[in-house]
């Protein structure tokens, strides 16, 4: 072979591997992992969907509800203004100044834990959404924790401040089996 | 023949379109299709038929999970499974280091002048997996899986001058080293 014919030789190993292929069970192991990544894609659409529904059935109820008027929110009487006093002269100022106080230990604060938040969390009760369908008590349904503006407040004739209409406030919304939001609750 | 034809390429991406969709008629299709040019491209490539499974199943599940890696505007489906088969080959290659050279296989020696055809396919075979990588990835696309040279040069990711000059050069050493062996035969 000292005279090679590099294409021969090249083509000979091509014939030999033309039928090398990966053994049968990687079909079937592919194709398991095929429909696992499908059914989990399946999975999250219906997920998504539950949550467009929530949120369109939410926004449909909002815009039935017929419009009532603003409920004024008392404002405190204002502060009175009070004015600086005039600034003393050096002397006067130095005279004046407090000795340096002594430091004093401050107890450390201690972060309310989760749960005792949870304890102090208020709310209103739950309120009918107008033109849902009726909840009996057999249904079964779920409570799902959305932030809403506070003008949506007004809409099941709540009073809310206009000047923080668009801060967010927390709300239970009682959802059916049906994915149609029944009532509402605002917590804070 | 494994080259990647216009056809292949339209019906390609319909199949990968319809997988992603969730047909598994047409992904088992595609599969059938282009499971064995690549694995045979990673068996050339690294030696193993365990590696060469590895990265079958590695391009296929990336496939599976990663659709959208594929821009149908960059090239054909066919050259993209090569070219993330390729980057798994070289993956094992540098984990397991399975490069055997002739000189480090005196096993594969014959005292006979002449080699059968068995031994050259065996000869040729430890000879590519003896090329540098560079040289081998051509030799393998152009060679052994007749890619032609813009295609190869698409799934490398180089030049098509490139693609040439590697090969004239990969081919150079791959004569070199079956000279040298029948010489080593003989004497």
């Excluded at chain 1, 509800?65 to 003393?88: G, S």
């Excluded at chain 2, 079958?56 to 054909?76: N, S």
Aim: hydrophobic share 40%.
């Amino acid at each position: 072979m000292s005279d090679i014919n590099l294409d021969e030789t090249l083509r000979a190993l091509r014939e030999s591997a033309a039928t090398e292929t990966p053994s049968a069970s990687l079909e079937s192991e592919l194709l398991g992992e095929f429909r696992r990544h499908h059914r989990q894609k399946g999975r999250r659409r219906v997920w998504i969907g539950i949550g467009i529904g929530v949120a369109a059935s939410l926004l449909i109820a909002i815009a039935l509800q017929p419009e009532r008027p603003p409920v004024a929110i008392k404002t405190p009487p204002p502060v009175p203004v009070i004015t600086a006093p005039p600034p003393l002269p050096p002397a006067v100022a130095a005279a004046t100044t407090p000795a340096p106080r002594r430091r004093v230990m401050r107890k450390p604060q201690v972060r309310p834990q989760p749960a005792q938040q949870a304890r102090r969390e208020v709310g209103t009760d739950f309120i009918p959404i107008p033109y849902a369908p009726d909840f009996r008590a057999e249904d079964s349904a779920a409570i799902v924790r959305v932030k809403l503006p506070r003008y949506s407040l007004q809409t099941v004739g709540l009073p809310f401040n206009p000047e923080r209409a668009n801060e967010r406030i927390d709300a239970d919304v009682l959802m059916g089996q049906d994915g149609i939001a029944r009532a509402i609750r605002f917590v804070h | 023949m494994d080259a990647i034809t216009a056809d292949d390429h339209r019906t390609d991406n319909t199949l990968l379109r319809l997988a992603v969709a969730g047909d598994e008629a047409a992904f088992v299709e595609l599969y059938r299709r282009r499971h064995g040019p690549l694995y045979r491209f990673a068996l050339h490539m690294s030696g193993s038929a365990a590696v060469a499974e590895e990265v079958t199943q590695e391009v296929f599940m990336a496939l599976i999970r990663k659709p959208g890696a594929f821009d149908p505007q960059r090239g054909p489906l066919a050259g993209f499974l090569y070219g993330v088969a390729r980057n798994h080959v070289l993956r094992c290659l540098e984990r397991e280091r399975r490069f055997v050279g002739l000189e480090d296989n005196p096993a594969e020696a014959t005292v006979m002048g002449d080699l059968t055809r068995s031994e050259t396919i065996g000869a040729v075979r430890q000879a590519v997996l003896s090329l540098p990588a560079d040289y081998r990835e051509v030799v393998v696309l152009c060679d052994l899986q007749e890619l032609p040279y813009a295609e190869a040069a698409g799934v490398l990711g180089v030049p098509v001058g490139t693609v040439r000059s590697r090969l004239s050069r990969g081919r150079a050493l791959l004569e070199d080293k079956l000279r040298a062996r029948s010489e080593r035969c003989l004497t």
